[in-house]
């Protein structure tokens, strides 16, 4: 839930734009709450009257950096040995939550996905946040989050990762520049260590003005409450402390 933040709140990273309010997020592409609760955000935002006045980052931070690059098996399995489970119980794990994430509008294949390594989709997001700002950035993270979940594709395959960015619009060269190099490795490594210096354990986590951190996929009333609070601490009302002889707004005296 919602938090006042206290400590290491100046560990994320000033942007070149600062509106008023400002969400960073941290999360990964290979997190179906993260998309879940991408969805639920969004639907505060639409409800909230200065959501123009507000700015989104996507911060970096990987599940399992240990994942092989290429994803050859089904990420059921891989999740049953992690949590002790059997595949069976698993599967009906991942029904539930396909069926969660149906009522925020999203179709889920996670009976099909693969378990796969995700810095080069991180190397890629800073990559449009640099070149093309805030706005390119958020095209990409939709394009890979339903890349994975909703079309189960390997976003650890560069092929896959190009063709994204190519249709998020990045620039053909800088994309494969960065995909047979390691840029932006030390900004997801930067990204990763500022998430552990504010002690998150699980993504998504989002810290609203550098003071309130919201853990998980919380529901669109506790975004809307947030931003709300948010908004009106940044903004507070005029205090008046003296009165006095004023002429009016309808011109009298």
Aim: hydrophobic share 45%; net charge negative; charged share 25%.
């Amino acid at each position: 839930m919602a938090q006042p933040w206290l400590a290491a709140r100046n560990a994320v990273s000033d942007s070149p734009v600062v509106k008023d309010v400002r969400i960073d997020i941290w999360s990964d592409v290979v997190c179906p709450w993260c998309f879940v609760g991408k969805r639920r955000l969004e639907a505060a935002l639409a409800e909230f009257e200065h959501a123009d006045r507000v700015e989104v980052v996507y911060r970096s931070f990987q599940l399992d950096p240990s994942a092989p690059q290429h994803g050859h098996e089904l990420t059921t399995p891989v999740l049953a040995r992690k949590y002790g489970r059997t595949e069976d119980e698993m599967r009906q794990m991942q029904q539930q939550l396909t069926e969660l994430a149906a009522v925020e509008g999203l179709s889920f294949r996670l009976l099909e996905t693969v378990h796969t390594r995700t810095i080069d989709a991180h190397r890629l997001l800073h990559l449009a946040l640099a070149e093309g700002g805030l706005a390119l950035q958020a095209t990409l993270k939709e394009s890979l989050l339903s890349a994975y979940f909703e079309d189960a594709q390997d976003v650890g395959d560069h092929e896959v990762l190009r063709r994204e960015a190519l249709s998020a619009g990045l620039d053909p060269e800088r994309v494969d520049e960065v995909l047979a190099g390691e840029e932006f490795a030390d900004a997801v490594v930067a990204d990763i260590d500022a998430a552990m210096d504010l002690g998150v354990s699980g993504v998504p986590f989002f810290v609203v003005d550098r003071r309130y951190g919201i853990s998980g996929a919380q529901p669109t009333e506790v975004f809307s409450q947030v931003l709300t609070q948010a908004w009106a601490e940044s903004h507070p009302p005029v205090e008046v402390v003296a009165g006095g002889d004023t002429c009016g707004v309808d011109g009298t005296c």
